[in-house]
């Protein structure tokens, strides 16, 4: 195992005008050089875009390497729902919507990793927004779950606030939603609950199921009167919830070879993801050490000798360590925890810091399987 680990931010769910996103790749790939971010991947709707990856650099000579993916869902379905992120296939998948079963053996076999996007999402009346969950579970092999999807989060957080009005009709419900979403930083919590309790389900029986989060970003304009806006626009999004991952070495300039790696180790669940808009989450680390070594996504016997889970976060905040559904450790307000398993089973790491006057959810790693 390498001694030294490069990290590396990205965001793997974007639309442009390709789709129903607001921009072009160029413009994108701008936003996300502003927002700091190292890599992005485009997913638009149904469609696979080519002759746009590779590095795209500013004026400073700051860079971010744009790979393209794809969303897949049944446009045949009522609701649309069951969507699929699709990564490193390198080929057209929406001839596939119709069986999740196929689309996902068929990303599989094509070299690629496919994700569940916002499993858990619920129907939004206010703007005509069905539920567009996952619906199809009688599947396997998919490589994991977009357990925070900062858009279906949202909705899901407006829904919720709505129908909990004490006097509601269409003039509050639009006011409140208003005014949540031109401060959703406000009320923007947690990675989805539903999603984190089927994860840790899958965990539970012994299945590798990797976690990302993203933004969704689609650029949403919106018109109110003579007022014109883009609202949750790309480069705000950029700098809320994202996946970090961890290379063997640094990213080299060579799209082809940084594309690689990248994507390996989104499949392996090298990575971890991050709530940025509180603080950055780029030094997290969780590490093993017992009869070999290893970093979050790895998997090793647990061993006579037993091991050691060590976390180290950015800064202080509260730390949990979680087996299975189950708080196995805790600290609060510091920045490391030790933790000796003594089972076997698939560690993962939450922390939460306090961020507009609340705690919040702001890490959310990647298991360590100990077998």
């Not at 650099?57 to 860079?63: E, F, H, L, P, T």
């Not at 990302?212 to 304009?221: C, E, L, R, V, Y």
């Amino acid at each position: 195992m390498p001694d030294i680990w490069y990290s590396y931010s990205g965001n793997l769910h974007i639309h442009t005008r390709y789709s129903d996103g607001e921009k072009l790749h160029a413009e994108i790939a701008h936003d996300a050089i502003a927002a700091g971010l190292d890599f992005i991947v485009v997913t638009d709707h149904n469609v696979y875009v080519t002759g746009v990856e590779g590095y795209y650099q500013n004026g400073s000579g700051r860079r971010v390497l744009l790979m393209t993916g794809e969303e897949v869902h049944n446009v045949r379905r009522q609701p649309q729902a069951s969507h699929f992120l699709a990564y490193g296939a390198g080929k057209e998948l929406a001839r596939f919507a119709p069986d999740p079963q196929a689309l996902i053996d068929e990303t599989l076999s094509a070299g690629g990793y496919g994700f569940l996007a916002h499993p858990h999402e619920e129907e939004l009346k206010l703007i005509d927004s069905p539920d567009l969950g996952w619906h199809d579970w009688d599947i396997e092999g998919f490589s994991g779950l977009e357990i925070w999807n900062y858009m279906s989060v949202f909705k899901n957080v407006v829904a919720r606030r709505l129908a909990g009005l004490r006097w509601r009709n269409k003039l509050t419900e639009s006011l409140v939603g208003l005014w949540m979403t031109l401060h959703p930083e406000r009320y923007m919590d947690a990675a989805d609950a539903k999603t984190l309790a089927l994860w840790d389900e899958f965990l539970a029986r012994g299945m590798r199921v990797t976690a990302i989060g993203n933004s969704d970003a689609h650029g949403t304009p919106m018109s109110l009167g003579p007022i014109h806006r883009e609202i949750f626009p790309y480069e705000f999004l950029f700098r809320a919830v994202n996946t970090h991952v961890l290379l063997p070495e640094p990213l080299s300039g060579d799209a082809a070879h940084d594309r690689a790696l990248l994507l390996r180790a989104i499949g392996r669940g090298h990575s971890w993801v991050g709530y940025d808009m509180p603080a950055s989450t780029a030094d997290f680390r969780f590490t093993v050490k017992g009869v070999q070594k290893g970093i979050v996504g790895d998997e090793m016997p647990l061993g006579a000798t037993g091991a050691t889970l060590q976390i180290k976060a950015p800064a202080r905040c509260r730390i949990r360590v979680i087996r299975h559904g189950k708080v196995v450790a805790e600290a609060e307000r510091d920045t490391n925890l030790a933790y000796m398993p003594s089972e076997p089973g698939a560690y993962r790491v939450e922390c939460y810091i306090p961020y507009e006057g609340q705690e919040r959810g702001w890490i959310y790693s990647n298991p360590i399987y100990l077998r």
